[in-house]
């Protein structure tokens, strides 16, 4: 029995030391603590290594600092032109000030699903199904804007709002899809034609260069053609002035002229003319020739 007092002390030291130990807590990066002394809010702690009373305090609630993501499920809207839509939302989301967060609303994520709920409904009540198709981006913004400003005194910060799905009823689909598959024929029809356009332009241009090439092809050779024969004639013309010329400096005698021009009617009769107009001079000349034969011929007989 000696002991027990000092038994007594010793388990009294240890639920101490374990009240002690528990009191002392580590905060995690992108975590606050929010601390209550009876009952009431008294700070947040941060990162770091804290202590509170025993007995006196507590943790109200651990909070998560990081950005969060709240996958909402499907929500029946309605167009402006009637029309019943199923549409998804994904809200990004931040908390940025732990004790609001903790007073501020009960289940603030259930608020976030209602709110963004009824603000989806409006927004789209405003538009009609063509304009809630192509106007996703500005139906984003307005979400974020509003869910932003409501949620702010629950210290909760909107950073971005996405349309997941827009799913029309099955018969809209089938128009939607019956729609494009006529725009995209039209499309191709259009393409085709143009292409053909622009096939025959480019067929009808490249005859219209070939014909200019040919055309400009035998005018050159119709140029060169009566080139060479200007050149002909004028070399035969300056040959014979040169003929001419080198007569007319031998000075020669009547009978040597005679005889060059009993030599050309020579070449002038072996042609094929049936008539040959004789000149007088080459008659003469003829004569004269005739005679110098018989000259030749009376001392060969004498002889």
């Known amino acids: 029995m000696e002991y027990l007092p000092y038994i007594v ?7 101490v030391i374990v009240i002690l130990v528990r009191c002392i ?13 009876l ?23 651990v909070v998560s600092l990081k950005e969060q993501v709240a996958d909402f499920p499907p929500q029946p809207v309605i167009t ?37 709920a009824t603000t989806l409904r409006n927004i789209i009540g405003d538009l009609e199904l063509d304009q809630c198709l192509t106007s996703r981006d500005v139906i984003n ?11 702010d005194p629950w210290g909760i910060k909107v950073n971005r709002v996405e349309l997941k799905n827009i799913l029309p009823p099955r018969e809209i689909q089938n128009a939607m899809e019956k729609q494009m598959k006529a725009e995209r024929e039209r499309r191709e029809a259009i393409l085709r034609a143009e292409g053909e356009k622009k096939s025959a332009i480019l067929t009808a241009e490249g005859e219209k260069e070939a014909a200019i090439l040919r055309a400009d092809a035998k005018k050159q050779a119709q140029i060169l053609e009566a080139q060479g024969e200007a050149e002909a004639i004028l070399t035969v013309q300056r040959a014979t002035a040169e003929g001419i010329k080198l007569i007319n400096e031998s000075a020669p005698t009547d009978p040597v002229i005679k005889i060059k021009a009993l030599e050309a009617f020579a070449a002038a009769a072996n042609g094929r003319a049936t008539k040959i107009i004789i000149p007088s001079e080459i008659q003469g000349l003829a004569g004269l020739a005739e005679g110098i034969v018989e000259a030749v011929k009376e001392p060969a007989a004498a002889e």
């Open 9 to 15: 002390i010793g388990l009294v030291a240890l639920i």
């Open 25 to 37: 807590r580590v905060v995690q990066q992108a975590r606050a603590y929010v601390i209550e002394r």
């Open 39 to 61: 009952g009431a809010y008294k700070t947040t702690w941060n990162v770091g290594l804290h202590f509170k009373l025993p007995f006196i305090e507590r943790v109200a609630k």
């Open 80 to 116: 402006e032109d009637n029309v019943t839509m199923q549409i998804d939302t994904v809200v990004y989301f931040q908390i940025t000030d732990p004790k609001l967060y903790t007073y501020g609303i009960e289940r603030p994520i259930v608020a976030i699903e209602n709110l963004s």
């Open 141 to 151: 913004t307005k979400m974020r804007a509003i869910l932003d400003e409501a949620t």
